[in-house]
């Protein structure tokens, strides 16, 4: 028999977040798109707590921002923290940072078979032919390129789709990444195991904070405490590797057993009894190592979401980095296509901004893993935290926010902001960026020591382009005289979905 071939400009692999980005993205500039997904959605999926530059960014450039408003999800206005040595819960809210000001300083808390749903109906809508039920096998390639990929729908078919270019979205079990850089790299400090489920209902924080996720560090790790609905609560463990046996073996009774440990997150649930409603009723059992690739594309390959790169889940980074990549694949993608003559320049742009925006993510989570820190190591005086209005708590919420990028084309519309203040805004930022230099080289924590999160390089970076970012974000949109992130770089076009030559 022979095997059915067929043409597409793009074929896309695997339907989560990721996959619905770069396949909408791609098909929104007119191109025709096969993405393929084994499942069939809703399917169950873990990562549910959002940022806002997923909410208001990339779902915002989809065309799909209103329809995920209105699906009801809980309202996540930040995080709740129970972490280093001060017994005292503390907290940050998205709308301290002026980039994140209301309306945009919120995210969700999302069930997320019911958000990957809405994400791929919407890529379906805008004219990506999307096939459930079917499974990549392999990649098609000769020296030059990769040219497509093969696969079996659902009664077993063998099927071959040539495209100009394969996106790998097939999240953490991709079975074709090592056609790129061959295979990962993990992290030799987030090597964890995560257990988790539901329980059908939980105490909630007092309003504004009953949608936080509230995360509690206890002896043999920390716990997440997700409120997904007022009958529905995620509660997850994460623990060191080391007793992933003992995990294996019986994951309820560890998972009850962690929760116990922990009287933060347990005396959140009095007499509440565990969801019994699929796909809630299971206790499930994941890897949660973090992993980087040497390279990211190859000519007609380009990895984007947990396929490409994974980092701890503590900040809720997941959803963002992997939709964030994909806008920047599919960017580089369309660039191509439109017929720009460079394509190593295009992927070169896409691949070093994904892996700046992990690396921040990834140095600051060494820093906040750092449990002998109390969190003044995080914030100054952490129990005022949301009374105080300093730049330094600034850079933390647009990094854990998902705006460290600096990308304009993130950000929510500006508001309350005369034109013309663009220049001045920047200059102040950066102005309270050197002073916090000075300040955090002035002032001595407790003990007589400096504090080392704020020392930290990255931080810096993080205030350097917060200034950035600032200037461009009173406007709502991306500066005529925006400048590249590296030299000889590319930036957004104004619709955020291609790339832009500044130097022409
Ligand atoms: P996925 O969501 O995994 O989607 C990949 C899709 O590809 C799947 O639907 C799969 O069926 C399909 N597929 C796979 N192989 C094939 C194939 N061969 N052919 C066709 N289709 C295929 N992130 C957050 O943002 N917030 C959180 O609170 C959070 N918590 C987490 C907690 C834990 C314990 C872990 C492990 C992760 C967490 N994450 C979180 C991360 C988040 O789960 C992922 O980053 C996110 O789901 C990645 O999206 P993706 O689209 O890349 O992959």
């Known amino acids: 028999e022979r095997t059915a071939v067929e043409e597409f400009d793009v074929v896309v692999v695997g339907g989560g977040p990721a996959g619905s980005t770069a396949a909408t993205a791609v098909a929104l500039r007119g191109h025709r798109v096969l993405l393929l ?73 999302v069930e997320r078979s019911r958000f990957d749903k809405i994400l791929l109906d919407n890529a379906r809508r805008v004219g990506v032919d999307v096939r459930e039920g079917c499974r990549v096998k392999g990649v098609l390639a000769d020296e030059e390129r990769v ?28 079975r074709i990444h090592g056609e790129v850089g061959g295979s990962r790299t993990y992290s030799d400090f987030f090597r964890n195991i995560a257990v988790f489920g539901y329980f059908a209902g939980g105490a909630r924080l007092p309003v504004p904070n009953d949608g936080n ?47 116990d440990s922990c009287p933060e997150v347990r005396d959140l649930l009095p007499g509440v009894p565990q969801a019994t409603e699929a796909p809630y009723d299971q206790v499930r059992v994941r890897k949660d190592w973090s992993y980087w690739k040497t390279r ?23 959803v963002h980095l992997a939709t964030y990549g994909a806008l920047l694949a599919a960017r580089s993608v369309n660039s191509g296509l439109a017929g720009a003559p460079d394509e190593s320049r295009l992927f070169d742009e896409f691949e070093a901004r994904y892996r700046h925006e992990y690396g921040l993510f990834h140095e600051f ?25 300093t730049s330094e708590l600034e850079a933390f919420v ?17 508001q309350s902001v005369q034109s013309g203040q663009s220049g001045q805004a920047g200059a102040r ?35 350097q382009e917060g200034a950035v970012l600032q200037e461009r974000g009173v ?30």
């Open 37 to 109: 997904e084994q499942q069939t959605f809703p399917r169950y999926q873990i990562g549910e707590s959002l940022l806002p530059s997923t909410v208001h960014g990339v779902c915002r450039i989809l065309g799909v921002e209103e329809e995920v408003a209105r699906a009801g999800f809980k309202t996540k206005r930040g995080g709740t923290f129970r972490w280093g040595r001060n017994p005292e819960p503390w907290q940050f809210s998205f709308a301290l940072s002026p980039r994140l000001a209301d309306p945009t300083s919120f995210a969700y808390q």
């Open 398 to 414: 647009e990094l854990v926010g998902g705006l460290a990028s600096g990308d304009a084309s993130l950000g929510g519309p500006g």
């Open 365 to 389: 989570l060494v820093s906040f893993y750092d449990m002998h820190q109390d969190e003044r190591s995080y914030f100054w005086k952490a129990r005022k935290v949301t009374h105080v209005d």
């Open 147 to 174: 040219r497509g990929v093969n696969w079996t729908g659902p009664s077993g078919e063998i099927r071959e789709a040539r495209a100009r270019y394969v996106v790998d979205a097939s999240g953490n079990g991709s």
């Open 213 to 259: 996720i509230f995360c509690a560090a206890f002896d043999e790790g920390w716990l997440w405490y997700i409120p997904l609905r007022d009958d529905l609560t995620s509660v997850g463990a994460v623990v060191s590797r080391e007793s992933a046996a003992a995990i294996q073996r019986d994951p309820v009774t560890a998972w009850r057993r962690l929760i």
């Open 296 to 318: 990211l594309w190859r000519p007609g390959m380009v990895l984007v979401g947990d396929a490409a790169c994974f980092v701890d889940p503590v900040l809720s980074s997941g």
């Open 429 to 463: 930022l950066a102005a309270a960026s050197s002073e916090l230099d000075e300040a955090v080289a002035r002032l001595p924590d407790s003990a007589g020591l400096r504090n080392p999160l704020f020392e930290a390089a990255t931080i810096r970076q993080v205030f």
């Open 475 to 504: 406007f709502g949109g991306p500066l005529e005289d925006e400048t590249p992130q590296r030299p000889g770089g590319l930036v957004a076009s104004e619709d955020g979905l291609t790339w832009v030559d500044p130097g022409r």
